[in-house]
């Protein structure tokens, strides 16, 4: 049996989605796990993504070992390991899942004159929120105003800085990824800064 087949069974098997396999010098097979995730019905609200744990990798990785040795795959170390929080978006569902989320988008080609002068005619990354587009596309959402430094007081009476939006459709990414935004203050935190 192919590589790509037993290990496609065996973590599918075990509930979960490979995302990648790769091998690197010295022997070393990198497998990339993630949670399956479907769409929410119509009607249905969408819940929380479920993130891989060590257990996760760890449950993976013994059965992998068992299941490569009865095949006589032939490596020196398995790693098992999750997408990570800076993960290729590969697909359209990948979007999908991700919408409210803040993306790192790369662009095959510059905005050019379609940006009005809002933005560089030349550029092509962008960091803002994910949403779907009212012409059934993809936007993001962001604001070039630099963030406030720790500590940092904000004044009320301040003026947000306009919110500008990009709309996209898929084929014209280079590269989209979710963006590394690490909170050290907790699950709360996030959730009321985003209200």
Known sequence: MALQ????????????????IGHSAGGVLRVTIDVPWQAPQPGQEAQGVRSITV????????Q??????????????LEVSSPGIDRLLRSEADLQRFIGEV????????????????????????????ARGEAGGWQIA??????PK????V???????????????WDELREARLAPVVNFKGR?????ARD
């Not at 087949?5 to 990648?20: A, K, N």
């Not at 009320?156 to 919110?163: H, I, S, T």
Request: charged share 25%; glycine share 10%.
């Open 5 to 20: 087949q037993v290990v496609q069974q065996t973590v599918s098997g075990l509930g979960y989605e490979l995302v990648e």
């Open 55 to 62: 257990d996760d990798c760890e449950a993976v990785t013994r």
């Open 64 to 77: 992998l070992q068992f299941a490569l040795e009865v095949e006589g795959v032939d490596y020196q170390r």
């Open 103 to 130: 993306v790192d988008l790369t662009l095959k080609a510059p905005m050019g004159a379609a940006a009005q002068g809002q933005v560089a005619a030349n550029r092509k990354k962008f960091r803002g929120r994910l």
């Open 142 to 147: 962001w604001s070039d105003a630099p963030a």
């Open 150 to 153: 720790p500590g940092q007081r």
């Open 155 to 169: 004044g009320k009476k301040r003026e947000p800085a306009p919110l500008q939006v990009l709309g996209f459709e």
């Open 188 to 192: 709360g935190a996030d959730a009321a």
